[in-house]
């Protein structure tokens, strides 16, 4: 299944660097998602794109900014993070943001901050 | 707010019924999901209820009721590679978010 795709699948970053993750979906979806997904906790929901437009922050950190310039593509750059970032940051898409859509979820980038 | 409890771990034997429960707390949903997580995989939906009752998908079936806000997962003839994390999850009614639970660990054992 190569609906939703992230790279790169792992990543070593220290404090000080600038690193980006990318998703993109092959689905026609119009909605994508960043979720955050730590050691025994929940997902959190992270970002929510509608139509490439931000609808959701869900209070996160500016360290984190999203981009989605098309509906297909979502970028997530990273800078100064902490380590407590570390974590597995999942993607995923779904038709729209309407409810009831099954949202469909990449493998993931593993972040490690040192 | 809204919140989400399930068993963090679940063991049985290949070919055994397994039941994994959900309860929740919300002001308002669409419906409940339910999603399987191989050890370093990407969340795979496996069921959506919206009303309550039984939704049945090959040897997953899904259960809801509003009214006790309580949902579960219903896994027969267990294999060994159904051995994964699974998350019920609450489609909420602001902007089609969804609301995980910390997942339930399942090992199946020979």
């Known amino acids: 299944e190569t609906g939703v795709t992230q790279t790169p699948r792992h990543l070593v970053m220290g404090m000080t660097n600038k690193k980006s993750l990318k998703c993109e979906q092959h689905l026609g979806h119009n909605a994508m998602y960043w979720y955050k997904q730590s050691a025994k906790k929940p997902l959190e929901l992270m970002f929510v794109y509608n139509f490439k437009e931000q609808t959701e922050n869900n209070s996160v950190p500016s360290r984190f900014s999203p981009e989605c310039p098309n509906s297909s593509h979502l970028f997530l750059h990273l800078h100064t993070l902490q380590p407590e970032d570390s974590a597995l940051y999942l993607c995923?898409?779904?038709?729209?943001?309407?409810?009831?859509?099954?949202?469909?979820f990449g493998p993931g980038t593993r972040l490690t901050v040192l | 707010g809204q919140s989400l409890e399930q068993p963090s771990e679940v063991t049985a034997v290949e070919g055994a019924i397994v039941q994994i429960n959900c309860t929740y707390q919300?002001?308002?949903?669409?419906?409940l999901s339910w999603y399987q997580q191989h050890d370093g995989g990407a969340p795979t939906f496996l069921s959506y209820?919206?009303?309550?009752g039984l939704e049945e998908t090959g040897r997953f079936s899904s259960f809801l009721s509003r009214s006790d806000s309580y949902g579960y997962l219903l896994l027969q003839e267990l294999q060994m590679k159904d051995s994964a994390s699974y998350f019920c999850a609450l489609l909420v009614y602001q902007g089609g978010k969804l609301i995980f639970g910390q997942g339930t660990e399942l090992s199946v054992k020979p």
């Open positions: 209820n919206a009303l309550d």
């Open positions: 995923a898409s779904s038709q729209s943001t309407s409810g009831r859509d099954t949202q469909y």
């Open positions: 919300t002001s308002g949903f669409y419906g």
